[in-house]
């Protein structure tokens, strides 16, 4: 997990400018956690279970926005339902993703700043 990727809409374009998400609405991001095979020279998702943490990160300041697993399938993937917290501060913030590690993997940050 050296490498964290990037943030793209669900058909695989870049999210491109500013977004904006008022708190209190309820949002989803869905990911899949992989990682690069030297041997194949491919990414491939995980086959095991790891703890993901979603935050916004703004003025300082971390909100969690949501805890969980990624990889209870098999297949790598979670699904983060977030909601934005009331006592965040109005204005522009970044969305992190944590994987965080165990003893098979190491952790690995994917931070939007676009």
Do not use: R
Not at 20 to 31: A, L, R, T, V
């Amino acid at each position: 997990m050296a490498e964290a990727g990037k943030f793209t809409n669900p058909d695989g374009t870049p999210v491109v400018g500013s977004v904006s998400w008022p708190k209190g609405k309820p949002f989803s991001i869905k990911g899949i956690v992989q990682y690069y095979n030297e041997g194949t020279g491919t990414w491939m998702s995980i086959d095991a279970s790891m703890d993901i943490a979603v935050q916004l990160n703004q003025s300082g300041v971390a909100y969690k926005l949501w805890q969980g697993k990624a990889g209870t399938t098999g297949d790598g993937s979670f699904d983060a339902s977030c909601l934005i917290p009331g006592d965040a501060a109005g204005g522009p913030g970044y969305i992190a993703i944590h994987v965080i590690q165990n003893n098979a993997w190491a952790e690995c940050w994917l931070v939007d700043e676009s």
